[in-house]
Structures are given as structure tokens and as C-alpha cells.
């Protein structure tokens, strides 16, 4: 869909509100402050659109309060394109660009990347990744651990102790969704903690030969190790190239649009680029020669913006003091 169609689609600010009211009360009209489920528009000459009074607690509230597009001063359909280009971008992109394409300031397209951001970030970690799942650890900007070089031999690069990178954490599910998060150290009890977070314990795990994973491994169904360089493994489904593949898009991301990140930002971004791999589901093809595959396809735009709005009750970012922005945790 090009940005004409969507226009189609989202014809006027009432267009655009009704969409924004469709995604954010599909259980129904609440009051963002109490709760209510009673509450009747405001009607009247000076009355804004959209803008209705809860019948529990009497105040005011239209779709955006207390989200990140709380008290906006731009057009719900100029946030409409934000999240259209920036789902629509496979790297992510810059405010610069962002500023240009949907008519605003890049000091307000950064603010806007922001919040939308905020949208992104996974909060409920109830264990879902299931099947095969690869677990792997990559430190922004680092080597591979595992390369080849010129002659074909497997070049093992150390890890990322002793170095600034910031290691993530990456379970992602084969031909499923995808859990990436910043950590510390990869000692036993943080990757057993995080495994647990994000995986079910029926799952059957696929990892490298690091110590500690043979050590979470046992509290899984099943447990595999990648040799890196055996091939027989790979044939036999013991790979972890999803991880890799996942692992590469956060590299593309990082070069291509954040080529500085600051450790506050980090998972911000990480998180733009989970949500991306999720928008995808699995679909069976079959080829002409009659042989079955899986292959991955991207949602259309329409549901994404709608899993992205879905999450925006109760993420409202307010600048903080030192000019950053923060999310609002009350
Ligand atoms: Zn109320």
C-alpha cells in the first residue's frame, strides 16, 4: 500500500480518530483516569472533536490521553504516516527523513520516532516462544563470533567480555516471533532467567557450545547444540540461523540509521527491530516441483499500525528534565 492508498483509506481527522478509537477501546469506551466505562461526548460549540466526559469520575478525556500521543498538537493523521513509514522502513528511519516526508520539524519527527517507539516494547513476558527455539547473545557492533575466512577455515572471535559492546540476549522462535533484550553478563543464573522469561519449558532449545547454556538447557524438553562448521548438523536442523538472520537485521539497523546509539536507546531500537520480525507469520507454501515450505510474510500495514496502536493506553512520554524523554510510570 503506498501512502496515496492510505490517504483512501483515511480520508479526514474523523477517518483517523475513528481508527484510533476502533484499536484503543476494542473492549469498549473507558476512562483513562478512572477507568469508567460510562461516558457521554461532549457536545457544544467550543467542544473539540472526540472529546468525551466519564459519567464516573467527570473528567475529561478523548483516544490519545494517556498515550503517547497525549495532548498532541499534530494532526492524528500526520501521526498516522509516522507509523506508516516507520513500519514500512525494513531498517528503521531517521528523523531527518521522517521530518521531510510528513511535513515537520526533525526536532518533532524525533520526538514522534520516540513514542512510537514506546509502542514497541514488549511488556507482558509470559514464556511464549514454543517449537524449535535458537537462543544466541550479540554484541552491537561486534565481529561474529563465527566466521570464515579466506580459505574456508572457522575463525572464532572472543566474546564480547572486556569490550563496550552491549550484549542482547535473542530467543527467537523458527518461524515464529522473536524476544531481544540488553543484559549484563552472560552468566548462568541471567541466561537461565531470561530463557525462562520468554520460553516455554516444552520448547526445544538450539544454541551454541557456550558452558551455560548446557547448563539451561535441562530445563527444556529438548536441548541441541550448533557445531559451527559441521555442516551434517546444519542438514539435520541443528542451526541457529534464525538467531543470525534476526542478529543481522539489528547489525543492518544499527549502520544503516543508528550509527550512534547511546546505552539508554539501545533497547529502544532493539525493540523497533523485534517488532518489525514479528509483524510476519508463517505461511506453507508449495513449490512447482511439488516440495513444501515455510516461508515468512509480512502483515499487512493496516494491522500492524493496529497492533502498534493496541499497545498505546499507558504509555505516555513526557520530556524530563535534562531533555531526554522518559516514559510516564504512573
Ligand atoms: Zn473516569
Redesign the pocket.
Known amino acids: 500500500m503506498d501512502i496515496d492508498r492510505l490517504r483512501k483509506e483515511f480520508p479526514d481527522e474523523t477517518a483517523c480518530r475513528a481508527f484510533f478509537e476502533r484499536i484503543i477501546w476494542r473492549d469498549g469506551r473507558f ?1 483513562p ?4 466505562m460510562k461516558s457521554w461526548t461532549i457536545k457544544g460549540k467550543s467542544a473539540r472533536a472526540g472529546l468525551y466526559e ?1 459519567g ?4 475529561q478525556f478523548t483516544v490519545t490521553t494517556k498515550t503517547p500521543f497525549h495532548a498532541t498538537k499534530l494532526s492524528l493523521w500526520t501521526w498516522l504516516q509516522a507509523l506508516y513509514f516507520i513500519l514500512n522502513s525494513s531498517k528503521g528511519v531517521s528523523s531527518v527523513f521522517l521530518a521531510k516526508w510528513i511535513g515537520v520539524s526533525q526536532k518533532t519527527a524525533w520526538k514522534m520516532g520516540h513514542a512510537i517507539r514506546e509502542m514497541m516494547e514488549i511488556r507482558e513476558f509470559a514464556p511464549a516462544l514454543a517449537g524449535v527455539v535458537e537462543l544466541d547473545e550479540k554484541y552491537l557492533g561486534g565481529k561474529p563470533r563465527f566466521k570464515r575466512d579466506n580459505d574456508g577455515n572457522v575463525v572464532k572471535h572472543k566474546r564480547g567480555h572486556g569490550t563496550d559492546k552491549q550484549p542482547i540476549f535473542v530467543a527467537v522462535e523458527r518461524h515464529g516471533q522473536v524476544r531481544a533484550i540488553t543484559f549484563d553478563s552472560d552468566t548462568v543464573p541471567t541466561i537461565k532467567g531470561l530463557t525462562e522469561r520468554f520460553v516455554r519449558p516444552d520448547a526445544h532449545l538450539m544454541t551454541d557450545q557456550h558452558s551455560a547454556y548446557q547448563i539451561v538447557g535441562k530445563g527444556f524438553a529438548a536441548h541441541s547444540y550448533v557445531n559451527h562448521g559441521n555442516k551434517e548438523y546444519a542438514r539435520a536442523g541443528v542451526h541457529n540461523n534464525t538467531a543470525e538472520s534476526f542478529n543481522s537485521q539489528l547489525e543492518r539497523a544499527k549502520q544503516g540509521v543508528f550509527h550512534w546509539l547511546s546505552k539508554d536507546h539501545i533497547q529502544r531500537y532493539v525493540n523497533e527491530v523485534v517488532f518489525r520480525w514479528n509483524q510476519r507469520r508463517a505461511v506453507e507454501k508449495t513449490s512447482k516441483t511439488g516440495e513444501r515450505k515455510v516461508v515468512m510474510e509480512t502483515l499487512p500495514i493496516i494491522e500492524q499500525m493496529g497492533a502498534l496502536l493496541s499497545t498505546a493506553f499507558g504509555r505516555q512520554v513526557r520530556r524530563s528534565r535534562v531533555g531526554g524523554i522518559r516514559p510516564v510510570t504512573t
Open positions: 476512562c483516569h478512572c477507568g469508567g466519564c464516573e469520575c467527570g473528567q
